[in-house]
Structure formats: C-alpha cells, structure tokens
C-alpha cells in the first residue's frame, strides 16, 4: 500500500524582528475574502500576504503585468530585503488555534503540524478528496503558482490517530512556550517550530501508514498536482525528486475536539411562478411536513436549534419570509437508495444529497449546471443572512440545514466519492502568511 509522505521543510516565514505582530500581515485563506476585506488587508501593511496570495486586479493589467507577476515581483523583494527568511533548518510547524464559540464559556483548542505532504494522485488513495471542485478557481491558484514557485497557504487536511501516537508527540513537542504567538480575528494563534531532525523523523514515520483526507483546498491540491506535472515537462526532472513533488498542509487529527463542520445554506431567488403550497404539497411525498409558527425570539436561532436537536434524523427548516416555517423530516431512504443505487450508502444519506436531488432538483427543477452557475441558487453560513433575504423580497425562499458530520467526510471520501459542492464548511480558518513553502530556496 502507498502511504503518505510527510516532511519536514525550510519554510519561509516573516521576519519578526521587523514584524513583531504577524497580525499585521497575516490574513484569512483567500477564497473567503471579500473585495472590502482585500482592500483592507492592503491598508493594513504594506508587506500584508494577501499581496502575494490574493493581489488586486488593475483594469490596466496586461499579460505582462498582472496580480501574479505582482505577486512573484514582491515576493522576490521581500526576501532580499529580508521581510520574509528562510528557516536555517527543515522544520515541523505546530500549529494551534485557541477560540470560543457564540454562547459557549470555555476555549477550544484546534492543533496540528503544518509540514510537506507527497502528492498522489487521488487513484492511489493515499490522499482523499470529498468535495467537488470549480476549474475556475483552480486556473488562478495555477497562474500564481506558476509565477512565484510557491505554496502561499496550507492545505487544510485530515487524518486518523485513534492510538493517538500522533497527538502525543504533538503534545510533547508543544509543551513549552510557543516560538510564535499572535491574536487573528478574535483567535489566538501559537506556533512553535521543530528542527530535531531526530524527532521530526518519528514525525515522518508515524504517518507512514496514514490516509490523508482533503478538508478545506480541493482547489489547491489538483492544482499542485498539475503544477509537479507542468514543472516535470519542463525541467526535465524525475518524479519524486523535486520540492514540487510535495505539497504544504496542515494536518488534524479527525477526532480533535476543536474541530468544528458548520453548515452551509440554500437560498433560492428568481424561481418562476413560484407557489409556496404547491412546493410543500410536494415536498409531503418525501417528506413529513410540519408548520411551526414563530412566538418572538430569533427566527434563524429557532430554526436552527431545532434542526440540530436531532439525533439520526434527516431534518430541513424552509423558510418563506412569513411567521412560520416549515420542518422537513424524511420519511425514508427508498428514493435516494435506488437514484443513486451506484453509490455509497454515506452518499446517498448526506442531508445535502436528499436536499439537492429531492427538493431542489425534483421539485424546483435546479439542477447540476444551474447550481454550478449559482443562477437560482446562492449559499451562505449565515442562518441569519438566509432569513433576512427571504424577508427583504430578494429571494423566494431558503432552505436550512444541518452541518455535515466529519464521520460522514470519512466514509464518503473512502468510498472514493466527491460530496456536492458546499457541503462542508470547517471553522476556525487557517491563517495564511504563518509559513509560505517556496519550492526553490536557493533562489530566496
């Protein structure tokens, strides 16, 4: 069997003699960054990552001269002026994230080690995907890649230790004081870096037999594999040999209790004709229908309190901008089990299987490409957005929805199966700009 490869690397991070508070140019993973929050990272430093992994766009760019040659511009400045430095050894990043949720008292703690990972491709199923991918996104992470020679962000990933062999050489490298120590957005952000060679071999080892599971940058894996390919033809090199044969990656364990899936919903606008007890006189084929009308209080904080207070039930909350919703509970699996006979149980069960094929698809006539297009479909993680919409008279209505459980990646990931796009949500974000792997260190 294949197994993954994990390395420690010379990883090139902010000089912190000259940036003493990494919140300064550290920001969140590019694709959840707004057009306000670009030009406020901008404004904040000067030497702020978002420069490097997210640049603006100028309406006078040219082929020449453009967010990614920017981008390769300045990062090649900013090594020679020493704002970034190479580590002076191979290194493991301990990475951890100390926050609070709403309503909650006490802290999490979410950690793992930020190191290279060996790419494969999914076939050999030392790696696992769960999630669809867009090309579009996929085209920009290769044009930047391309022109810096760079992973700029870690890919957010997944892994077993139920012996927990793992944990406690984490826990026992991260006893004393961090290296790093930085508040972002509320979180507190510790790293501590390891250079024993000895001790980043048992690293190295203890992940020999490990399966890797995708959870957050899709895009940035099939991306770095096309990447290894692209440089191979062009360099001439043998696969397996270079620094682009890996990829950079935090790795969690699955069961870490810091680790939180949150859900994604469904908001739908410009439906023709749309009938609200048409679509519920439907939706009692599959499902049983209950309409609850709201006393006071949040209508998105009642919706989703109720959905959650489940234990193996499938339940939506549809929302059409009145003082009531309706609750969704699936009555059975039969219709699901023989549309998608081909398919893993995991699959077939996922509430955003049955919310996709049986409501939006059967009943609303979105389908694949439409929802692709987000043409009739918009998704946000804010109940409180997808209630608020409905009201405004900007969209018909919007579905609500449970978060997909992290057992669920797992089985639908080694079923060798992709979710619908959307379907995972993980929080807290990794920062970017804690670490960059740039693959040719000789050139910093």
Same mark, same amino acid.
């Given at each position: 069997m294949d197994m993954a490869k994990v390395i420690p690397f010379r990883g090139l991070r902010y000089n912190t003699e000259k940036f003493p508070n990494l919140d300064a140019v550290t920001a969140p993973p590019y694709?959840?960054?707004?057009?306000?929050?670009?030009?406020?990272?901008?404004?904040?430093?000067?030497?702020?990552?978002?420069?490097?992994?997210?640049?603006?766009e100028f309406s006078e760019d040219t082929v020449n001269e453009n967010r990614y040659t920017r981008s390769a511009e300045l990062l090649t400045?900013?090594?020679?002026?020493?704002?970034?430095?190479?580590?002076?050894?191979?290194?493991?990043?301990?990475?951890?994230?100390?926050?609070?949720?709403?309503?909650?008292?006490?802290?999490h703690s979410l950690k793992g080690i930020i190191s290279l990972v060996g790419l494969e491709e999914f076939s050999k199923k030392v790696v696992?995907?769960?999630?669809?991918?867009?090309?579009?996104?996929?085209?920009?992470?290769?044009?930047?890649?391309?022109?810096?020679?760079?992973?700029?962000?870690q890919i957010y990933s997944l892994y077993m230790d139920d012996e927990k062999t793992i944990a406690h050489w984490v826990d026992a490298q991260s006893a004393k004081e961090p290296d790093l120590s930085f508040m972002a957005d509320g979180i507190l952000q510790n790293i501590w870096i390891v250079k024993d060679e000895a001790v980043n071999a048992q690293i190295t080892a203890l992940f020999e037999e490990k399966q890797v599971f995708i959870a957050d940058g899709h895009?940035?894996?099939?991306?770095?594999?096309?990447?290894?390919?692209?440089?191979?033809?062009? /360099?001439?090199? #043998?696969e397996g040999t270079m620094n682009y044969d890996? =990829?950079?990656?935090? %790795?969690?364990?699955?069961?870490?209790? @810091?680790?939180?899936?949150?859900?994604?919903?469904?908001m739908l606008r410009g439906l023709e004709n749309f009938d609200e007890q048409l679509l519920v006189g439907f939706l009692t084929e599959e499902f049983t229908v209950s309409k609850i009308y709201f006393t006071e209080?949040?209508?998105?904080?009642?919706?989703?309190?109720?959905?959650s207070n489940t234990v193996d039930e499938t339940l939506f909350?549809?929302?059409?901008?009145?003082?009531?919703?309706?609750?969704?509970n699936l009555k059975h699996t039969?219709?699901?089990?023989?549309?998608?006979? /081909?398919?893993? #149980?995991?699959?077939?069960?996922?509430?955003?299987? =049955?919310?996709?094929? %049986?409501?939006?698809?059967?009943?609303? @006539?979105?389908?694949?490409?439409?929802?692709k297009n987000q043409k009739n479909l918009v998704y946000t993680r804010d109940a409180h957005e997808a209630i608020s919409a409905v009201q405004n008279g900007e969209f018909n209505c919007a579905f609500l929805i449970n978060p997909t459980k992290v057992s669920e990646i797992k089985e639908v990931a080694q079923a060798n199966e992709k979710m619908p796009q959307k379907s995972t949500y993980f929080w807290p974000k990794l920062v970017t700009g804690i670490v960059i792997n740039k693959f040719d260190v000789t050139k910093g």
């Open positions: 694709d959840i960054i707004s057009p306000e929050q670009q030009q406020a990272l901008y404004e904040k430093d000067d030497s702020n990552v978002v420069r490097l992994d997210f640049g603006m400045q900013w090594i020679q002026e020493q704002k970034l430095v190479f580590e002076e050894k191979p290194a493991i990043y301990i990475y951890e994230q100390i926050f609070t949720l709403e309503k909650e008292k006490s802290p696992l995907p769960h999630e669809e991918t867009i090309s579009k996104a996929k085209e920009d992470r290769l044009h930047l890649m391309k022109t810096t020679a760079s992973n700029m962000s895009h940035r894996y099939e991306t770095a594999l096309n990447y290894r390919k692209f440089r191979h033809q062009e /360099d001439g090199t #043998e890996y =990829v950079m990656m935090m %790795l969690v364990p699955m069961d870490d209790n @810091g680790l939180f899936v949150f859900p994604t919903h469904r209080g949040d209508y998105a904080e009642i919706i989703t309190d109720r959905l909350g549809l929302y059409t901008g009145q003082n009531y919703y309706y609750l969704l039969r219709t699901l089990d023989e549309k998608f006979a /081909d398919r893993s #149980e995991a699959y077939r069960h996922l509430d955003v299987t =049955v919310l996709h094929s %049986l409501i939006l698809e059967q009943y609303l @006539g979105i389908d694949e490409e439409n929802m």
